[in-house]
């Protein structure tokens, strides 16, 4: 955070000598540099130390991983890291329920696509097939999948260590359709109140007026993607979507609104994974992993947004980046409504 402040100020400070024509230009040029800064690769380790990360690696009673929050390295007990992962997932029976994939008993030929992945590739097949072009199909249906896993993030930064499940979706069945449709939707989740850089938001910091008694409160949304209301949100993007028919006209396609509806469902719910060695479904909201998961929960929450602007209860001055929020409010008291 640091090195970003640095760049945020040296920008600020150049900006007042630049033409306007060239504000963007130049803004653009030190992000690029800021995050190829931050991103860049450090020295080599010594190989002592290469020698002992090899070895915890090879110790199955710990999890070496990384915290939620900033970097660092965090290392584990297995047995509280799956105890502490659980209780932030597979618990809660409502959102994610066990499946069995053993090989039923039957007589004669066994069934070909008894797997539950296999019934969920060979549906995702005629799915695109059906709606989609066969250029286009051919590029999002599954091929050589695999079921995605879930890990955790330690949330170092809380009073008490709790954990954020992350599904590793990439290679599943629907990740190609996922990412395609994220690629085709985006303009949709987002709204005047959306950040979309630290760049533009010191800039909307910069140009706000507020009143010495005024607060800037800062809130957060509680697990927002196991929280967010599938069904709703889809038919939310739908709409939108085709309003004015948006979707086919910008991307040159001829489907209905059940087709994108469909499309969705596929990409979005009902996502198998594996933990501890067995085989679960998360049957509600859609999951994190997903490259759908970023633009689901936005959509649904600048609805909430815009339904609040049309009644005049958002704050004078509001932001949001995914799900953490800042916003003007008069008082303290207004802020613990």
């Known amino acids: 955070m640091d090195v970003k402040a640095s760049f945020e100020k040296a920008y600020w400070e150049l900006d007042p000598a630049l033409p306007a024509e060239k504000k963007e230009l130049a803004a653009a040029t030190f992000r690029s540099v800021a995050l190829n800064y931050i991103e860049r690769k450090g ?3 010594p190989k002592s130390l290469v020698r002992a990360v090899n070895e915890l690696k090879r110790r199955d009673d710990i999890v070496i991983t990384k915290p939620d929050k900033d970097s660092g390295v965090v290392v584990m007990d297995r047995t509280e890291y ?13 959102k994610f329920v066990p499946v069995n994939n053993e090989r039923p008993n039957t007589r004669g030929r066994p069934p070909k696509h008894y797997h539950p992945l296999l019934r969920k590739e060979k549906h995702l097949e005629s799915v695109v097939r059906r709606i989609l072009p066969k250029q286009i199909a051919d590029k999002v249906r599954s091929k050589g999948s695999r079921l995605a896993l879930l890990h955790g993030l330690p949330k170092t930064h809380k009073p008490q260590l709790a954990m954020r499940p ?3 979706a990439q290679g599943t069945h629907n990740y190609a359709l996922a990412k395609w449709l994220d690629e085709k939707l985006k303009p949709l989740s987002l709204n005047q109140f959306t950040i979309s850089d630290t760049f533009s938001f010191s800039e909307d910091l910069r140009n706000t007026s507020l009143n010495e008694s005024d607060i800037l409160v800062s809130y957060d949304v509680s697990s927002l993607f196991t929280n967010v209301p599938l069904d709703e949100t889809i038919q939310i993007l739908v709409e939108k979507a085709f309003k004015n028919n948006w979707f086919n006209v910008t991307h040159k396609l001829n489907i209905s609104k059940s087709d994108l509806v469909e499309l969705l469902q596929v990409a979005t719910k009902n996502q198998l994974f594996q933990f501890d060695g067995r085989l679960y479904e998360q049957v509600e909201s859609v999951a994190m992993g997903s490259p759908l998961g970023p633009l689901v929960a ?3 929450l600048c609805s909430i947004e815009e339904q609040l602007e049309q009644e005049s209860k ?5 932001r949001r980046y995914v799900d953490d929020t800042l916003s003007s409010v008069p008082d303290i008291q207004s802020a613990t409504i």
């Not at 209780?87 to 809660?92: F, G, K, L, R």
């Not at 958002?314 to 509001?318: K, N, P, Q, R, T």
Request: charge should be neutral; avoid cysteine.
């Open 43 to 45: 020295p080599r380790p």
């Open 314 to 318: 958002l704050a004078s001055f509001y």
């Open 82 to 94: 799956i105890r502490l992962l659980s209780e932030a997932s597979i618990t809660d029976t409502s």
């Open 166 to 168: 992350i599904l590793s």
């Open 298 to 300: 936005n959509a649904f």
